[in-house]
């Protein structure tokens, strides 16, 4: 049980262009969904928290209008990736919770490869 | 500034041995603490977690201890395999687990057969 699942797992585009990465979780039902980011050998940082129904909230320095965040059902939330350049270049990684109980641990997908060109 | 702290950042232990990995937090709100396994180019496995109520949780050959009055938490992998060569990253969060991650900076573990 608990399994999230991203797609695509690896994309690259030439810049300028926009990307969407899918998040979703397979068997559970999750109202918040986490993005993160994670560069070569480095560790995981906190993007954005994903509210199903609701606005996402940014952690700080992370812009709002490049990092697009849409949470529409319990089981999907998605990252779109706005005119994208090579420093967004990048592995995004999306976790998410089951609802509704309190200490439950947060499930990662596998990830996206992002290369930008 | 870092909001969890991890040492060492690469250890080699012989096989059957133990692995022991540390990490020390500032932020008080902090209630729930997990540690991921991530091998490359996969997202983080939930390996086992740990409330700041308890001060030892065993899961397999998997034991954190915690140290509430010293802010700090380590993670004992014990017999070490082969296969648990990978990245290891502490973790902490507010809301129960509620809230996003804070990572450390992760322990690249490599177990000698």
């Known amino acids: 049980g608990a399994v999230v699942s991203q797609h695509p797992s690896w994309v690259i585009c030439k810049s300028g262009t926009s990307v969407k990465i899918e998040c979703r979780s397979l068997d559970f039902q999750a109202t918040t969904m986490f993005w993160y980011r994670q560069f070569p050998k480095q560790s995981l940082m906190l993007m954005a928290t994903?509210?199903?129904?609701?606005?996402?909230?940014?952690e700080q320095g992370v812009e709002k209008d490049k990092f697009l965040i849409n949470h529409a059902s319990l089981t999907l939330s998605t990252l779109t990736v706005t005119s994208a350049h090579p420093e967004d270049s990048s592995f995004y990684i999306c976790s998410a919770s089951a609802s509704g109980t309190e200490n439950q641990p947060q499930h990662f997908g596998d990830g996206t490869r992002l290369s930008i060109l | 500034q870092q909001q969890v702290k991890q040492s060492p950042q690469s250890l080699i232990v012989q096989k059957g041995g133990i692995s022991i990995i540390n990490c020390a937090y500032e932020?008080?709100?902090?209630?729930?603490f997990p540690w991921y396994q991530q091998f490359p180019g996969k997202g983080p496995a939930l390996l086992i977690a740990?409330?700041?109520?308890?001060s030892e949780k065993k899961e397999g050959r998997f034991t954190i201890s915690f140290n509430k009055s010293a802010k700090q938490f380590s993670l004992h992998i014990m017999d070490s395999q082969p296969g648990d060569s990978a990245t290891y990253f502490c973790a902490a969060t507010s809301g129960g687990g509620a809230d996003g991650l804070t990572f450390g900076k992760g322990t690249h573990l490599i177990i000698q057969p």
């Open positions: 994903s509210n199903e129904g609701s606005k996402a909230t940014y």
């Open positions: 932020n008080t709100a902090f209630d729930y």
């Open positions: 740990i409330r700041p109520d308890v």
